[in-house]
Nanobody, 120 residues
């Protein structure tokens, strides 16, 4: 199982970016999908997460500006990032909790990380 993230880059304050993360490989189902971020010198933190068929959850610092969505047919999770601020600068990692077989438990998988830099 692999997660491939894309969509990071350099954007000015107030700008927008859209991150994508696709899961590939052989598995039975995907439970949670989400995005985390890690800024220099800080711990990795949850940005947003969504359960299949459920409502999304957001960190307080991004509510109203970032929106998570998923396309179950494509095994892909998205993060639409609007009104970006310099403090959003970080490496963003996608995460998926995947059940490899119908009889197995779930495991966490991580994408490779994509850099988001918000600067004028």
């Amino acid at each position: 199982v692999q997660l491939q993230a894309s969509g990071g880059g350099l954007v000015q304050p107030g700008g927008s970016l859209r991150l994508s993360c696709a899961a590939s490989g052989t598995f039975f189902s995907i439970n949670n999908m989400g995005w985390y971020r890690q800024a220099p010198g800080k711990q990795r933190e949850l940005v947003a997460a969504i359960i299949s068929g459920g409502s999304p959850n957001y960190a307080d610092s991004v509510k109203g500006r970032l929106a998570i969505s998923r396309d179950n047919a494509k095994n892909t999770v998205y993060l639409q990032m609007n009104s970006l601020k310099p403090e959003d600068t970080a490496v963003y990692y996608c995460n998926a909790r995947i059940r490899r077989r119908w009889s197995s438990g779930t495991d966490d998988y991580w994408g490779q990380g994509t850099q988001v830099t918000v600067s004028s």
